[in-house]
């Protein structure tokens, strides 16, 4: 799991660059467009979450705690991407990509502790 989720974090701080891009165009868009929608919005706090928790998954992915933190950081993204999508239609993918990237840290943890526990009994 270590290998896993030092991959996610480094695609995380990767796509945080993409998706702050495409939000600030997506945001440009709704401002003159006068459309209402906030997805830009949305789409600038899912890149900041990606951001920390790349950097979060990255430097404590050994730790229990952390691994919790940052998928705790990709889960808040993932869902406020996902209550906000309008008219920035990539928001829904990299919002299920941060919720996929949540669970492999939590149930990854959970995998960990259980496996110890485990051990401890023996």
Do not use: H, P
Not at 7 to 22: A, H, K, P, T
Not at 23 to 47: D, H, Q
Not at 99 to 117: D, P, Q, Y
Request: charged share 10%; aromatic share 8%.
């Amino acid at each position: 799991m270590k290998t896993a989720k030092m991959v996610i974090g480094i695609v995380s701080i990767v796509l945080f660059m993409i998706i702050v891009f495409q939000s600030c165009a997506a945001g440009v868009v709704n401002t003159i467009e006068e459309n209402g929608s906030s997805s830009g919005s949305a789409g600038f706090l899912l890149a900041i979450c990606m951001l920390v928790a790349g950097i979060v998954g990255l430097a404590g992915r050994k730790s229990k705690g952390a691994s919790i933190t940052a998928g705790v950081f990709y889960a808040f993204g993932g869902v406020i991407g996902i209550a906000n999508v309008g008219n920035f239609a990539d928001l829904m993918i990299w919002s299920v990509l941060a919720l996929i990237f949540a669970a492999v840290f939590i149930l990854g943890s959970v995998i960990k502790k259980n496996k110890a526990e485990a051990e401890e009994t023996k």
